[in-house]
């Protein structure tokens, strides 16, 4: 029954999942969100990048650190219509290449190749920097991974798609591999790629979306459905997956508190900008785990420079059937460029 309310409900609220009026290829995938001023003129290399510093405070352990410090630097740059995308990752003291794409248009569909992220779900979708919660939704963790593989997307008119065809989990013996299809449609307005109302579009807008993973070797297929809305001083948004087993590989934020859920879990949100510079949210979660797990988030962005300098305090409050949850207080710091 819940996943009947759910999904009712998630098709008639509103707001920008995937930036409609632009396919999946053309969002940021973490490191196209290069800054526009750091774009080639005429051709060379565009650079950008971000560091995420953390402070947090556990109330029930009384632990308190420093950590989960993320940085991110992308390259990018285009010859003779092609494009190529390198993006590379530093957490817990270590480095890691996160993207390594070519993209190009081959009959008029955007296509992409190389070890990219599948095209399932907004949160999973969005990149870091751009969110307004210091970590993805339990559903957005579970599809945020890379992997090797081939894209197709485009769009026409509000409506845009994307299919990739990736190695999966079972690359060897069996050697099936691992489809993703998105889908979303603009029912008012633009899209946006951010989180919450600061920097979204202008006017009100209005986005549904769905994708489906199917990794053929490992598991069954999962479903992602998300709708939000986004306006000048509010966003409102809400997603639902239905877990059948497959999904992308683990993306969560350094940091993430959430990532494993049951069968059916669930997340609604909503943000309110207050003035030209501060944003607050609240996130609930239904982890529809055997345990009960649920989490409330509350948090408030100050923004110095949109989501490419920013200050963050937020209150993640879990809670399960046996009572264990313990509720964590961070503070965080974003400078990106």
């Not at 080639?40 to 290399?45: A, E, K, M, R």
């Not at 352990?61 to 630097?73: I, K, L």
């Not at 990752?89 to 296509?111: H, K, P, R």
């Not at 345990?291 to 300098?309: C, K, M, P, R, W």
């Amino acid at each position: 029954m819940k996943t009947i309310i759910f999904c009712a409900t998630a098709l008639t609220m509103t707001g920008a999942t995937m930036a409609a009026g632009s396919d999946w290829t053309a969002l940021d995938r973490e490191v196209e969100a290069l800054s526009s001023s750091l774009a080639p003129q005429g051709g060379g290399v565009a650079i950008g990048g971000y560091i995420d510093l953390l402070y947090t405070n556990t109330s029930d352990t009384d632990t308190s650190q420093f950590g989960g410090n993320n940085a991110r630097v992308g390259f990018s740059a285009e010859n003779s219509g092609y494009g190529v995308t390198i993006g590379t990752q530093w957490a817990g003291g270590g480095g890691a290449i996160t993207d390594a794409y070519v993209t190009t248009e081959l009959g008029g569909m955007n296509t992409t190749a190389g070890f990219f992220k599948a095209p399932a779900g907004a949160s999973g979708g969005r990149a870091e920097r751009d969110g307004f919660f210091q970590d993805r939704s339990a559903i957005g963790s579970n599809f945020a991974g890379r992997d090797s593989g081939i894209m197709l997307g485009g769009g026409s008119g509000n409506l845009n798609w994307a299919v990739a065809i990736q190695n999966g989990d079972d690359l060897g013996a069996s050697d099936d591999y691992q489809t993703t299809v998105h889908v979303d449609f603009a029912v008012m307005g633009g899209g946006s790629s951010v989180e919450g109302c600061y920097g979204a579009a202008d006017g009100m807008g209005f986005v549904i979306g769905a994708s489906m993973v199917d990794d053929d070797g490992s598991a069954d297929s999962s479903t992602v459905i998300d709708a939000s809305l986004t306006s000048g001083t509010f966003s409102f948004s809400a997603e639902f997956a239905d877990m059948g087993g497959s999904t992308t590989g683990a993306g969560a934020s350094a940091g993430a508190t959430q990532t494993a859920t049951g069968d059916s879990p669930m997340a609604v949100t909503g943000t309110y900008a207050i003035g030209d510079d501060w944003e607050i949210g609240i996130r609930f979660q239904d982890l529809d785990t055997a345990g009960g797990d649920e989490d409330l988030d509350i948090v408030a962005n100050h923004y110095i420079s949109g989501h490419d300098v920013k200050y963050t305090i937020g209150f993640s409050m879990p809670d399960n059937d046996a009572g264990t949850g313990s509720d964590t207080i961070t503070i965080g710091l974003q400078v990106g460029f």
